[in-house]
Nanobody, 123 residues
Framework: QVQLVESGGGLAQAGGSLRLSCAAS????????MAWFRQAPGKEREFVAA????????YYTDSVKGRFTISRDNAKNTVYLQMNSLKPEDTAGYYCAASRLGVPSRVDGYDYWGQGTQVTVSS
């Protein structure tokens, strides 16, 4: 079992930055691929970014490439999402997820989920 707790959400102005953190408890964090998804009201949950278990490979959805950076610290059992140049369309609940297998960008490729943290970007 892996428990995930997100933090760092809040209100930001367009063009600003936020850094999300996801702290994992349980066993073998370093064995899991980690990801961030987001969900806006009335919309489906969508993939944002993922990082391999070692941190050597990252994946991003096109709309955040060049603005968001995913990273992890396996010694601290934590994954991060640095969000720069924020846009109003980035407003959503952001969810951390963990998986051993599956397609990195698919919701059904993840076994464990956090409760989410809200990000609101004002124009």
């Amino acid at each position: 079992q892996v428990q995930l707790v997100e933090s760092g959400g809040g209100l930001a102005q367009a063009g600003g930055s936020l850094r999300l953190s996801c702290a994992a408890s349980g066993r073998a964090f370093s064995y899991y691929r980690m990801a961030w998804f987001r969900q806006a009201p009335g919309k489906e949950r969508e993939f944002v970014a993922a990082i391999s278990s070692s941190g050597g490979t990252t994946y991003y959805t096109d709309s955040v490439k060049g603005r968001f950076t995913i990273s992890r610290d396996n010694a601290k059992n934590t994954v991060y999402l640095q969000m720069n140049s924020l846009k109003p369309e980035d407003t959503a609940g952001y969810y951390c997820a963990a998986s051993r297998l599956g397609v990195p960008s698919r919701v059904d490729g993840y076994d464990y989920w956090g409760q989410g943290t809200q990000v609101t970007v004002s124009s």
